[in-house]
């Protein structure tokens, strides 16, 4: 076993997330990728392959029992993160990426081709400007925006009754929340010294 296998599974495990050997290495395939990009299209400040399975890998998964079945939308997704770890954990969650930059958008379409992922659709677009016929009941952020922004982006495509759930780091008392209707949930990512929190607001 790998030492990002080896980090992957245990960090999981304390989280009290089970991986199945088929997730496993569609995980590992998708960070393979991620190192393999990022060499060239500069996807992740993150370069070292084991601080990308703490710090992107398992806070990505630190949300997943937070999320439901049905349509959920990741907005400002980047190189796919939470997104695409969602799609892999959650096959039954349709799940829309999107970013405004073309080149992480190529590659999330390489990672749904490379990993057949056919719950996951990928959207090249600014999030205020992209429409859908249907709208969202879940809608997940990572690094995107203050949580006032976000909403304000966003409104058009959220559920009347959805909810947003927004990660953040130890920066929550900067965020303008005080007439929202929200619950804050702390986020222990094993490996991880950073503070991180889960916003999980309905408006």
Same mark, same amino acid.
Request: glycine share 4%.
């Given at each position: 076993? *790998?030492?990002?296998?080896?980090?992957?599974?245990?960090?999981?495990?304390?989280?009290?997330?089970?991986?199945?050997?088929?997730?496993?290495?569609?995980?590992? $395939? @998708?960070?393979?990728?991620?190192?393999?990009? =990022?060499?060239? @299209?500069?996807? *992740?400040?993150?370069?070292?392959?084991?601080?990308?399975?703490? $710090?992107?890998?398992?806070?990505?998964?630190?949300?997943? =029992?937070?999320?439901? %079945?049905?349509?959920?939308?990741?907005?400002?997704?980047?190189?796919?993160? %939470?997104?695409?770890?969602?799609?892999?954990?959650? %096959?039954?969650?349709?799940?829309?990426?999107? +970013?405004?930059?073309?080149?992480?958008?190529?590659?999330?379409?390489?990672?749904?081709?490379?990993?057949?992922?056919?719950?996951?659709?990928?959207?090249?677009?600014?999030?205020?400007?992209?429409? @859908?016929? +249907?709208?969202? %009941?879940?809608?997940? *952020?990572?690094?995107?925006? +203050?949580?006032?922004?976000?909403?304000?982006?966003?409104?058009?495509?959220?559920?009347?009754? &959805?909810? @947003?759930?927004?990660?953040? &780091? +130890?920066?929550?008392?900067?965020? =303008?929340?005080?007439?929202? $209707?929200?619950?804050?949930?702390?986020? $222990?990512?094993?490996?991880?010294?950073?503070?991180?929190?889960?916003?999980?607001?309905?408006?």
């Amino acid at each position: 076993m *790998s030492e990002n296998e080896r980090l992957l599974c245990e960090g999981a495990e304390l989280m009290s997330i089970s991986l199945s050997e088929f997730q496993v290495q569609q995980l590992l $395939k @998708y960070h393979a990728l991620i190192i393999k990009w =990022n060499k060239v @299209y500069n996807l *992740s400040a993150i370069r070292d392959p084991i601080e990308s399975i703490k $710090k992107h890998f398992l806070d990505s998964l630190s949300i997943l =029992n937070f999320i439901k %079945p049905g349509l959920l939308l990741d907005i400002g997704s980047g190189a796919g993160l %939470p997104g695409i770890i969602i799609a892999i954990m959650r %096959p039954e969650t349709s799940v829309f990426v999107i +970013d405004s930059v073309g080149k992480k958008c190529r590659f999330m379409q390489t990672v749904k081709t490379e990993l057949s992922l056919n719950n996951l659709t990928v959207v090249n677009s600014r999030v205020e400007s992209f429409s @859908y016929h +249907d709208s969202f %009941p879940q809608i997940t *952020s990572r690094a995107f925006s +203050d949580s006032v922004s976000t909403i304000k982006k966003t409104q058009h495509l959220i559920s009347t009754d &959805g909810r @947003y759930l927004m990660m953040k &780091g +130890d920066n929550i008392d900067e965020e =303008n929340v005080e007439k929202m $209707k929200l619950k804050i949930h702390t986020l $222990k990512v094993p490996f991880v010294s950073d503070n991180r929190s889960l916003l999980e607001i309905q408006l």
